[in-house]
C-alpha cells in the first residue's frame, strides 16, 4: 500500500501519568516502524540522520560513511538509525534506496547489524544486480555465525541470482503491458479478476477523511503519535468495457465500512456469491462471503465471516478462488497444520454452498515460506500461484503445477518476463487456454504493485516429411514436438505435413517415425529458435529400412592392409552413431568384406578386425556394446565380380567388394 506523506501533529513522551512534548525524530521513526508505517518511519530516519528526505537515485556520501567510523558518544545512535532506514526502505519495496543504506549498514561491527549484509545481496536482486548479489550472499555465508534460517534463505537466494541471469538471457514467449488508465491510479492496485465482462481489481487509492486524526503506540506505551488518518484504504473497485483501454471508468463496488479494508474477490460459477478478504488496520484478514441481490448486481449483502472451516482465530486466511467448476474454494493461510508461512489450502464446496473442513494442499506445492494467490484451471488440470520459498527470479514469483486435488506435479517456474526480481502475484485469465490475462506486479514501480496484460506469444514449426529414396511424402507418420514441460503428437496426411504452435523457446526435440523407417529426432536450441519465428524443414525425411537386408557405409576407408579409421570413415559412422541415438531400441549387426586378393583365413581376420574397429568407435561415442556386434566375412559376400568373364582384373567390382555394411537386427 503507498501511505501519504505523513503530517505529524504531536510527539508525546508519556512517563506515568505525565506527559511532555519531544522532538526526539528516532522515537517518532520508531512508532511508525512498530505499526508497520514504513514509509512515515523512512521520512523520521532520515531527519534522525539530518539528510534529505528525497533518497530518488540516492548514494550515500563519503563524508557520511567517514563520519560513522568516528568515534562518538552518538556512533551507536547513528548506526541503529542507518540500519533501521534501510530496513524501512526495503519493507516500503525502495530497494535503490535500501541498497544505499545497506551498503554502509554491513560493514558495522556489531552482531545486530549481522543481517545487513543478508539484505543488501537481497536489494541488488531486486535492483538486476545479480552477480553483485551473488557476491554478497556468498559474503554473508562466510561471515554469519548465528544458527537460523538466513544461511539456508541465502543459499537459495544464490540459486535463484543464477536463475535469473538464463532467464534474462533467453527470455520466454511473453508480450507484457502495464494499463495505461484510471485502473493503475494511486496506491498499489492487484488481484484483477475478470467476470462476465466485468474487470474487478482492489486498490488502496486514497479516500477523503478531511481533518480526521488517529493515534499510534509503541510497544512499550511510553511513545504516542497522533498523525493524520491514513487516506490509503484498500477496496474493491470494477472497471467497465475494455481493461486496456486508455481511458476507463472506475467504481467501488459494495459499500464501506468504517475501519475495514476489502481485497482480492472471488466469484461463485453463477456469480450469484462473492468471497472476498476483509480486515482492519491492526487485525488478521479473513474470508468473508457476500450474497448479490437481485437487480443489476451492484448490491451485496453484508458480508459474513466464513466459519472455522476457512477462519481460525488468531491467523490469516485470504486470497479465496473457486474453481470454474464450483467444486473447490482454494485460499492462503498461516492457520496451524500448514509447512511454512502462508501455505495454500481448499475446500470443497458442496452444492448447498456449505464448505468441507480445509486440507492442505500439501508439501509438493506448498513450501516453507509463503504459497500464495491460487489459480486453477479445471479443465487444463493447471495450478498457478505465487511463491517466494523456490528458486525463481526474486521476490514472489509464479510457479505452474498439473494436478487434480489428490497429486500435483513439482511446481515449475514460469519464468521471465512472466516472473522479475520483485513481486509478481494474482493472475486472472481473458481465455479459456489462459494464453492471455492480467497479473499484479511491482516491477516497474518503486514501492507499488501495478496491474499489467500479459499475452503469450506464439512461434510455428512446421514442414512436410518425405521417403528420402522417392523424395514423395509420407503420410502416416508420427511427428512428436516435445519440451521439458510438454508434448504434441500429429499423424502426417497424404501431403507429409505437420505444424505445430508452440509457446516455448527454450530447447526443442522434433521427432518423426514410421514402420519400416529409421526414426529421426532434430534439437533446436534457444539461438535456433531466436533466429525466426517459424521454422520450416520441406527436406526432413526418412530413411526405410527391411530387418536383415544389409545397407552399405558409403566411403568406410582404410588404409591398405589396415584395419584402422580414417577421419573420412569417422565421418560416415557419426550418421550411423545419429541412427542409433534416435532409435533407442534398435540392434545392429555390423560388418566388414574385402575382394578375393590374398587367402581366405587373412581376408576374414582382416574384415573382421575392421568390423570391430567400426564398433569400437561407436562404443566409444556412448553407444552400448550390448546394441551391436560386428563380423568379418572376408571375401565370401562378393556383390560384384573380382574378375571380368575374360579372366582380367575388375579395379571398379573389387572396390564394391571392399565395403563396411550394417543391417537392423531388432527393432
Known amino acids: 500500500m503507498k501511505p501519504l506523506r505523513l503530517l505529524l501533529l504531536i510527539c508525546l513522551l508519556s512517563t506515568g501519568a505525565q506527559a511532555q512534548y519531544i522532538t526526539n525524530n528516532k522515537r517518532v521513526a520508531d512508532v511508525y516502524f512498530q505499526n508497520k508505517d514504513y514509509y512515515a518511519a523512512a521520512e523520521y530516519y532520515k531527519k534522525a540522520l539530518n539528510i534529505s528526505t528525497d533518497t530518488t537515485g540516492f548514494?550515500?556520501?563519503?563524508?557520511?560513511?567517514?563520519?560513522?567510523?568516528?568515534?562518538?558518544?552518538?556512533?551507536?545512535?547513528?548506526?541503529?538509525?542507518?540500519?533501521?532506514?534501510?530496513?524501512?526502505?526495503?519493507?516500503?519495496?525502495?530497494?535503490?534506496?535500501?541498497?544505499?543504506?545497506?551498503?554502509?549498514?554491513?560493514?558495522?561491527?556489531?552482531?545486530?547489524?549481522?543481517?545487513?549484509?543478508?539484505?543488501?545481496?537481497?536489494?541488488?536482486?531486486?535492483?538486476?544486480?545479480?552477480?553483485?548479489?551473488?557476491?554478497?550472499?556468498?559474503?554473508?555465508?562466510?561471515?554469519?555465525?548465528?544458527?537460523?534460517?538466513?544461511?539456508?534463505?541465502?543459499?537459495?537466494?544464490?540459486?535463484?541470482?543464477?536463475?535469473a541471469l538464463y532467464e534474462m538471457r533467453y527470455p520466454r514467449l511473453y508480450k507484457f503491458s502495464k494499463l495505461l488508465n484510471q485502473i493503475n491510479d494511486q496506491g498499489s492496485n492487484y488481484a484483477p479478476l475478470l467476470l462476465n465482462?466485468?474487470?474487478?481489481?482492489?486498490?488502496?487509492?486514497?479516500?477523503?477523511?478531511?481533518?480526521?486524526?488517529?493515534?499510534?503506540?509503541?510497544?512499550?506505551?511510553?511513545?504516542?503519535?497522533?498523525?493524520?488518518?491514513?487516506?490509503?484504504?484498500?477496496?474493491?473497485?470494477?472497471?467497465?468495457?475494455?481493461?486496456?483501454r486508455t481511458s476507463t471508468t472506475v467504481k467501488k463496488v459494495g459499500t464501506p465500512e468504517k475501519g475495514k479494508e476489502f481485497a482480492a474477490p472471488a466469484f461463485s460459477p453463477n456469480g450469484r456469491v462473492m468471497y472476498m478478504t476483509i480486515w482492519n488496520g491492526s487485525g488478521n484478514k479473513k474470508i468473508y462471503q457476500v450474497n448479490v441481490s437481485r437487480g443489476n448486481g451492484d448490491v451485496w449483502s453484508a458480508p459474513k465471516l466464513l466459519g472455522t472451516e476457512v477462519n481460525i482465530e488468531g491467523f490469516n486466511s485470504m486470497q479465496p478462488f473457486v474453481t470454474k467448476d464450483g467444486k473447490y474454494l482454494i485460499f492462503s493461510s498461516d492457520r496451524p497444520g500448514g509447512l511454512g508461512k502462508l501455505d495454500l489450502w481448499y475446500c470443497k464446496l458442496r452444492s448447498d454452498g456449505t464448505l468441507s473442513e480445509a486440507s492442505n494442499m500439501g508439501n509438493v506445492i506448498n513450501s516453507k515460506e509463503n504459497d500464495e494467490a491460487p489459480y486453477y484451471n479445471d479443465q487444463t488440470k493447471k495450478l498457478l500461484f505465487s511463491s517466494d520459498g523456490r528458486v525463481g527470479m526474486g521476490g514472489l514469483d509464479f510457479y505452474e503445477s498439473t494436478g487434480d486435488f489428490g497429486t500435483w506435479t513439482e511446481p515449475r517456474n514460469v519464468g521471465y518476463p512472466f516472473n522479475s526480481s520483485k513481486d509478481d502475484v494474482y493472475f486472472t485469465p481473458s481465455d479459456s487456454e489462459d494464453s492471455e490475462g492480467y497479473i499484479s506486479s511491482d516491477r516497474e514501480s518503486v514501492c507499488c504493485l501495478e496491474i499489467f496484460h500479459v499475452k503469450k506469444d506464439f512461434m510455428s514449426i512446421e514442414g512436410t516429411l518425405l521417403d528420402c529414396k522417392t523424395n514423395l511424402p509420407l503420410e502416416g507418420a508420427l511427428i512428436v514436438l516435445s519440451d521439458s514441460t510438454q508434448e504434441?503428437?500429429?499423424?502426417?496426411?497424404?501431403?507429409?505435413?505437420?505444424?505445430?504452435?508452440?509457446?516455448?523457446?527454450?530447447?526443442?526435440?522434433?521427432?518423426?517415425?514410421?514402420?519400416?523407417?529409421?526414426?529421426?529426432?532434430?534439437?533446436?536450441?534457444?539461438?535456433?529458435?531466436?533466429?525466426?519465428?517459424?521454422?520450416?524443414?520441406?527436406?526432413?525425411?526418412?530413411?526405410?529400412?527391411?530387418?536383415?537386408?544389409?545397407?552399405?557405409?558409403?566411403?568406410?576407408?582404410?588404409?591398405?592392409?589396415?584395419?584402422?579409421?580414417?577421419?573420412?570413415?569417422?565421418?560416415?559412422?557419426?550418421?550411423?552413431?545419429?541412427?542409433?541415438?534416435?532409435?533407442?531400441t534398435m540392434e545392429i549387426e555390423l560388418s566388414a568384406h574385402t575382394d578375393n586378393i590374398g587367402t581366405a583365413p587373412y581376408n576374414y581376420k582382416l574384415s573382421d578386425r575392421r568390423a570391430k574397429s567400426c564398433v569400437d568407435y561407436l562404443v566409444g561415442k556412448g553407444i552400448s556394446a550390448s546394441r551391436m556386434t560386428s563380423k568379418g566375412y572376408g571375401f565370401s559376400k562378393p556383390i560384384a565380380p573380382n574378375q571380368l568373364p575374360n579372366g582380367k582384373d575388375n579395379p571398379q567390382g573389387r572396390q564394391l567388394n571392399r565395403r563396411t555394411e550394417f543391417k537392423v537386427t531388432k527393432k
Not at 203 to 228: A, E, F, H, I, L
Open 488 to 584: 504434441m503428437k500429429v499423424t502426417t496426411g497424404e501431403d507429409g505435413k505437420y505444424r505445430f504452435r508452440i509457446n516455448s523457446n527454450r530447447q526443442l526435440r522434433l521427432s518423426a517415425e514410421k514402420e519400416n523407417y529409421f526414426k529421426k529426432v532434430l534439437t533446436y536450441n534457444y539461438d535456433e529458435l531466436a533466429k525466426l519465428d517459424t521454422l520450416l524443414n520441406p527436406k526432413l525425411c526418412l530413411e526405410p529400412f527391411i530387418i536383415n537386408k544389409p545397407i552399405v557405409l558409403e566411403n568406410i576407408l582404410y588404409d591398405f592392409n589396415s584395419y584402422q579409421l580414417n577421419p573420412v570413415s569417422e565421418v560416415i559412422l557419426d550418421k550411423l552413431y545419429k541412427i542409433l541415438v534416435d532409435n533407442e
Open 197 to 244: 465482462n466485468n474487470f474487478y481489481f482492489t486498490s488502496s487509492r486514497p479516500v477523503v477523511v478531511g481533518n480526521k486524526t488517529q493515534t499510534v503506540r509503541d510497544s512499550k506505551m511510553k511513545t504516542k503519535v497522533v498523525k493524520s488518518e491514513n487516506p490509503f484504504v484498500n477496496a474493491i473497485y470494477s472497471a467497465s468495457g475494455n481493461p486496456q
Open 59 to 163: 548514494v550515500v556520501p563519503y563524508a557520511f560513511e567517514v563520519k560513522m567510523k568516528k568515534e562518538s558518544p552518538k556512533r551507536a545512535e547513528y548506526e541503529y538509525c542507518v540500519y533501521q532506514l534501510a530496513n524501512s526502505l526495503r519493507l516500503y519495496k525502495d530497494y535503490r534506496g535500501a541498497e544505499a543504506w545497506y551498503a554502509v549498514s554491513r560493514n558495522f561491527t556489531d552482531p545486530k547489524y549481522a543481517l545487513s549484509l543478508f539484505y543488501y545481496g537481497e536489494s541488488q536482486r531486486s535492483n538486476q544486480k545479480f552477480n553483485d548479489a551473488i557476491i554478497s550472499f556468498k559474503e554473508f555465508i562466510s561471515k554469519y555465525k548465528t544458527t537460523d534460517e538466513y544461511t539456508e534463505k541465502a543459499k537459495l537466494e544464490i540459486a535463484s541470482c543464477n536463475f
